[in-house]
Structures are given as structure tokens and as C-alpha cells.
């Protein structure tokens, strides 16, 4: 099930990627007709292509043939096709997703868990897995911050 | 009043943080891909979806049909939602980044979208409690 896969896994499905090159092509196309001031109409007569085939690229619905992305790709100024190793892919998502996580931990603390400032205190030790949280001790709706050190997570409220 | 926890959709990597909203301890995402698992008709979308929250994530823009704002009918709360050919997933704009509330297939859109204002109005409740 899709909560059980990682992110991994979710990179390696086709459905994924397919989303991503019809919604990458509409960028492209979004782009090109900004850079070159045209409406839709226009970019038809310029691609020599029915508005039907443009309204589908802009809906982000492009699903034709290889020729035809190729015809595409040349007709707005860029290139098809960037083939790169899925290893590859994979290992800069973690890395992007580390440094992400690196810029959260910097923070002070109270952003860190800003998330979950609204919480009803019964639910904080459980949200935390930190059962050493006395949370009787903690009001409704009170901001709560903690300390970064796991061993020594403290709730400081009132 | 009920209780709401955020959880971190960690397969959603960009500069947004994506969450899913528990209610209760029902999360109503999970159970929405978990019931399209087990039918198995329209799974396969889900990851569809889950490329259109990445590359909001990454802030890229996306096509008006498959991404548009979405009225909460909650005041200073704006809404959206991801549209695949048969599902949808809809959502909040948050400080702490975007909520995915509710999802459910689109010939039961009119019934959720109620359902997802009201759980948005129950949740914007319980913060102002």
C-alpha cells in the first residue's frame, strides 16, 4: 500500500513519471508562449497543429506519438529526452530531501514543531512517542516547545 | 470536538511540506488509498497525484485542470485540489505547509466536497478552540 512505499518506490512507477513529463511539457509550452507573447490560436498556426491538439498540451494532457513530442520540442526551441540513471534520480531525491530535513533541525525548536501547536495535551506524549511528557501538566492550545537534544526533550508550557 | 494531528506525507519531497490530516486517529487519505488498493480500479492514479503534489512541492506551476483553488466556505482558509481523470485529492493552504484533508473519486465529488468543507470548518474550529 502507498503509505507503506517509500519514496523509492513511488520513483520507480510509471504512472508517476508520466504525470510528471505531461505536466513538465505544459511548463515548457506555458513558457515559450510568455517568452514569444501568443495566445493559443497563435501557437496552433505556429505549430501548424489543430487548437483541440493545444488545448490538450495545455491541460496537461499531451499523449501522442514520440515523432510528434519530437516535432514539438523543436518547434518551441528545446530538446526532448533527458535519460538519466533512476540510481541516480533516486540518490539526489534523498539528498534533497536530507539537506531539507538538515534546514528544519537549524531552526529554533518551537518552528521545528509548529505543526502540531494545536494538539489537545492527552495527544502531545503520543504524537512525540516521548511518554516521559508529563502531559497532564499542559493546557489546551498551549504553544509547546522542546528541546532539540532527544534525551533531554522537556515540555515548556504556560 | 474531535482531534486533529498533521503527519508528514514523506513520499511528497519539495520545498512545501505536504501533510495529511488525522481526525480521530482516521486519516482520511491513507483510507482513501487504501480502499483504491484493495478495488484496484483506479490505483494507479494515486501516483498520479502524488506527481502533482511533488511538483507543487517544487513549486512548478501545473495545469488549471488538473490543480485549482477550491472555496473552503471557511473564512481565511483557501482550498485546493488535484485532479486526476477519475480521483481527486483536495486540500488547505497552511502555515505549516499543505494539508491534503480528504480525496475520493470523482463521481462522488459533489457528496466530498461537502465533506471535505466540513471536516476544514471542524478543523479550523478545534485551533480556534
Not at chain 1, 519514496?7 to 515559450?32: C, G, S
Not at chain 1, 541516480?88 to 531525491?93: G, P, W
Request: net charge positive.
Amino acid at each position: 500500500m502507498i503509505q507503506k512505499m517509500n519514496r523509492e518506490d513511488i520513483l520507480k512507477r510509471p504512472a508517476y513519471w508520466f504525470e510528471h513529463e505531461q505536466n513538465e511539457l505544459y511548463r515548457q509550452v506555458t513558457e515559450y508562449m510568455e517568452r514569444e507573447c501568443i495566445n493559443r490560436t497563435e501557437l496552433s498556426k505556429r505549430l501548424n497543429v489543430s487548437k483541440g491538439y493545444v488545448s490538450q498540451i495545455l491541460n496537461g494532457n499531451f499523449n501522442y506519438t514520440l515523432k510528434k513530442l519530437i516535432e514539438l520540442c523543436l518547434a518551441i526551441g528545446i530538446v526532448p529526452g533527458e535519460y538519466r540513471k533512476i540510481e541516480d534520480v533516486i540518490r539526489a531525491d534523498i539528498e534533497f530531501a536530507k539537506s531539507k530535513k538538515d534546514k528544519v533541525s537549524e531552526r529554533k525548536p518551537e518552528i521545528q514543531f509548529q505543526a502540531i501547536e494545536h494538539y489537545k495535551p492527552i495527544d502531545v506524549s503520543a504524537i512525540l512517542n516521548k511518554p516521559n511528557i508529563d502531559s497532564t501538566q499542559i493546557k489546551t492550545n498551549t504553544r509547546i516547545t522542546f528541546t532539540i537534544d532527544p534525551l533531554k526533550t522537556e515540555a515548556v508550557y504556560g | 470536538m474531535s482531534i486533529f494531528v498533521l503527519d508528514e506525507i514523506n513520499n511528497v519531497n519539495g520545498d512545501i511540506t505536504f501533510y495529511r490530516l488525522i481526525e480521530d486517529g482516521h486519516c482520511y487519505w491513507n483510507e482513501f488509498c487504501i480502499a483504491l488498493e484493495n478495488e484496484g480500479t483506479y490505483y494507479e492514479q494515486v501516483f498520479t497525484l502524488t506527481s502533482q503534489m511533488n511538483d507543487k512541492a517544487k513549486l512548478k506551476s501545473l495545469p488549471e485542470k488538473k490543480h485549482k483553488s477550491f472555496a473552503t466556505h471557511v473564512k481565511g482558509v483557501s482550498g485546493f485540489e488535484f485532479r486526476t481523470k477519475d480521483l481527486r485529492a483536495y486540500g488547505i493552504n497552511a502555515i505549516e505547509g499543505n494539508i491534503i484533508i480528504f480525496a475520493g473519486k470523482k463521481a462522488n465529488q459533489p457528496r466530498d466536497e461537502v465533506k471535505f468543507r466540513s471536516i476544514v470548518r471542524r478543523y479550523i474550529d478545534s485551533k480556534n478552540e
